[in-house]
């Protein structure tokens, strides 16, 4: 058997990390990160601000605890995630997506996001996360002071 042939691609790989971290399993989350993980997206940014936590986690028990327990704080009935594109070089992975939903202050939310993978095999070692962040003010807080809502 040509064991380079059955190893999944970067691409295929970072897709499969990108469904564990949707899973709501924390082992299953877990066990797609690598040892030295961070996700890092623009300083203050609207979802931040409004759970007050950190725009730069680092470690597998911070994006765990971001995902499973910060996040649905904010998005309390889910998030709707369109797949735009998604483009591989090498060990570098980059999704486009819209994601929608509604907000824990009732107001809606759509916006696009673009992450970007930095795999270690079957695992992400960095992901980098871009979006438009004044849209994403304006959805979250509209004329309001950004502040903790969630």
Not at 24 to 48: F, K
Not at 63 to 74: A, E, K, Q, S, W
Not at 85 to 106: K, P
Not at 141 to 148: I, N, V
């Amino acid at each position: 058997m040509n064991f380079e042939a059955a190893a999944m691609t970067s691409k295929e790989a970072a897709v499969a990390v990108w469904r564990a971290l949707g899973s709501g399993d924390a082992d299953r989350i877990r066990s797609v990160l690598a040892d030295d993980v961070e996700w890092r997206a623009p300083p203050e940014n609207a979802t931040a601000v409004a759970l007050g936590v950190t725009h730069h986690m680092i470690g597998a028990e911070a994006i765990v605890r971001f995902i499973l327990d910060d996040y649905p704080r904010l998005f309390p009935n889910g998030m709707e995630i369109e797949p735009i594109s998604v483009t591989a070089e090498g060990e570098r992975v980059i999704f486009e997506q819209r994601h929608s939903a509604t907000l824990a202050n009732g107001r809606a939310y759509a916006l696009d996001y673009v992450f970007i993978f930095e795999m270690a095999g079957s695992r992400v070692r960095r992901i980098r996360e871009y979006m438009d962040a004044r849209s994403g003010y304006h959805q979250i807080f509209g004329a309001a002071t950004p502040r903790r809502i969630a």
